[in-house]
């Protein structure tokens, strides 16, 4: 008898919790009148998440794409998720319906690691992400801050001199280029000074990178949070105590000078001097947009856009180097023409300069089919604040948006011979270019979201590859010949090889060229004039 009133009151109970989640959820659809995107049918509560890992990466979904389309649905857990790969959608998320699409999905360890999302690239679309895009833009990756500009063009000469004295071996260049754009980084963010700590810096990176990737039940089952099943909080409070505690002392370090020097000499600024200089220039309030308004950053700010940098500036850069080298090496005509090409306008007595590039037209073609065929962000995640209907489909708030940039790079619809390596297609008037308005490439994303990055990242990838172009010849290891290369990617922060890139260099111009400081003259005087001629001026 208990049994049975237990089980009736437990109906009642789902009836009475459940009635008006349905009636809310015809309700909205009478309303919308338009049907979900298709997708694979899920299991109840579940959804799809019983999917195999592989099979959410660009590649994954793409070929999900193939079955249901240039937009389809997935439940994961209570999650919406909304998956595209047509260009045209694409415009419509990015450009047509830019405003409900422009907040991005967070996780507990994004949201725990970013501080309460007190960064950029993590915090909710408003006048709160407003102020710190500004900060970035015109503080940080402006072209008028020369200094990060300097940290590349000093990294690349002493990356170039390594491979200068290992030529004739081989060289892991997925090590090196990664090594190259992490000390570009560290150097701008922080400058020439603490080298020493930048190993462990390294390791918190990776700490940080790896919970960023991990799968935690409780994104997807809210009420999972409190359980942690997968002890993963310790890990978040471990990762971010550490970070905490490396970043403090530079900050600490940055203010004493500050104190001392009563402000940083111009040329030595480093971004943490740049960010630093918001705590009394701007504050920030809550007021409406229009109403002047001013920021404030707080030591959590800071960390966070630090470590924005470390993962937008670093992963990203070096995966496009590494596939540059990897398309050009496996392409040795097109190798050759870039060669040529540097020989014409460069010459072989002085370094690639950046006002070189303008003529360097078929270099540049090539970098361009390198992004079309390996973005290095192969998805782009946004998620909408209300409502919204793209494509004839209903898409409810709060859905995540993954956008399959590597899918769109490679729509049969908008590209010839989509997934071959063919440079030459950039040649012709009227191509698509990378910056955000041609929405069949879309390597740095499109409209307010969009890399504020650009053009310091396609800097570092422009000038470290002409570089390694200018200044060997490469070829693959132990006779392999070229078709052996393999050109699997993997999925993480950026889609990079998923086996390390190794080649053999040979010089082709002189790494004198490179020395840091040119080499005191030193000569022995032999006197051809009186002295006398030369009085000391007698005060
Ligand atoms: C080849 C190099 C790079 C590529 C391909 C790249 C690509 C991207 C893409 C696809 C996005 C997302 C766009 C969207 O959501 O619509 C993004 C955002 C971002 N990138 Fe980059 N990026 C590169 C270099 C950099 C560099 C050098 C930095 C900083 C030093 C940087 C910082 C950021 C930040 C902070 C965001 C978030 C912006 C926001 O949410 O408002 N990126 N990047």
New binding site residues.
């Given amino acids: 008898m208990d049994s049975l009133i237990e089980s009736s009151d437990t109906e009642t109970m789902l009836i009475f919790f459940m009635a008006p989640l349905l009636f809310l959820f015809l309700l909205s659809r009478f309303l919308c009148g338009k049907p979900h995107p298709p997708g694979p049918k899920g299991l109840p509560l579940i959804g799809n998440m019983m999917m195999k890992k592989d099979q959410l990466t660009h590649r994954g979904l793409a070929k999900l794409a193939k079955q249901y389309g240039g937009i389809f649905r997935l439940k994961m857990g209570f999650l919406n998720i909304v998956a595209v790969s047509s260009p045209d959608i694409a415009r419509q998320i990015?450009q047509v319906h830019d405003n409900i699409f422009s907040n991005?999905p967070t996780t507990i360890a994004i949201r725990y690691l970013t501080y309460n999302q007190a960064?950029?690239?993590?915090?909710p679309y408003g006048p709160f992400?407003r102020q710190m895009?500004k900060v970035?833009v015109m503080r940080?990756?402006s072209r008028k801050r020369t200094e990060?500009w300097e940290a590349v063009r000093l990294e690349i000469n002493d990356m170039i001199k390594t491979v200068a004295s290992k030529t004739g071996s081989a060289v892991n260049l997925s090590e090196l280029v990664f090594r190259l754009t992490r000390n570009i980084?560290f150097r701008?963010a922080f400058g020439s000074t603490r080298r020493e700590r930048q190993d462990e810096f390294i390791r918190i990176l990776q700490e940080f990178s790896e919970l960023f990737g991990a799968f935690n039940i409780a994104d997807f089952i809210p009420w999972l949070t409190w359980v942690d099943p997968q002890g993963l909080s310790k890990r978040f409070v471990k990762a971010r105590a550490s970070l905490d505690l490396f970043i403090d002392t530079i900050i600490d370090d940055h203010v004493e000078k500050k104190t001392n020097e009563n402000g940083c000499i111009d040329n030595e600024r480093d971004m943490v001097d740049e960010l630093l200089s918001y705590y009394s220039e701007f504050k920030y309030s809550n007021e409406s947009e229009n109403s002047q308004k001013s920021i404030t950053l707080t030591r959590n700010n800071i960390k966070a856009i630090i470590m924005?940098?470390m993962f937008?500036?670093?992963e990203?850069?070096a995966?496009?180097i590494e596939w540059a080298m990897s398309e050009l090496i496996k392409s040795p005509d097109d190798l050759k023409k870039v060669q040529q090409e540097l020989n014409d306008v460069v010459g072989l007595h002085r370094k690639v300069e950046e006002t070189d590039f303008d003529e360097l037209t078929y270099y540049k073609c090539c970098l361009k089919e390198v992004?079309r065929l390996h973005?290095?962000?192969p998805t782009?995640?946004?998620q909408t604040f209300e409502d919204a209907e793209v494509g004839g489909y209903y898409i409810p708030a709060k859905s995540s948006v993954f956008?399959n940039?590597w899918a769109i790079g490679r729509d049969k619809d908008s590209w010839e011979d989509a997934d071959i390596f063919k440079p030459s297609r950039f040649l012709k008037d009227g191509m698509p270019d990378y910056k955000g308005s041609n929405f069949e490439f879309?390597?740095?994303?499109?409209?307010?979201?969009?890399?504020?990055?650009?053009q310091?990242?396609?800097y570092?990838?422009e000038l470290a590859v002409a570089h390694l172009l200018h200044c060997f010849t490469w070829d693959l290891p132990n006779g392999m010949k070229l078709g052996e290369l393999d050109m699997d990617d993997k999925f993480g922060l950026a889609a990079s090889r998923a086996s390390p890139l190794i080649a053999v260099p040979t010089q082709r111009l002189h790494c004198s060229l490179y020395r840091k400081t040119a080499s005191p003259l030193i000569a022995v005087p032999t006197q051809r004039l009186h002295c006398s001629l030369y009085p000391k001026i007698l005060i």
């Avoid at 960064?119 to 915090?123: L, R, S, T, V």
């Avoid at 879309?442 to 650009?454: A, E, H, T, V």
């Fill in positions: 990015l991005r960064d950029m690239a993590f915090a992400w895009r970035c940080l990756f990060s980084t701008a924005d940098i937008g500036g670093t990203t850069v995966s496009g992004l973005p290095p962000i782009i995640h946004h956008i940039t879309l390597p740095f994303g499109s409209g307010r979201r969009s890399c504020p990055g650009m310091l990242g396609f570092e990838l």
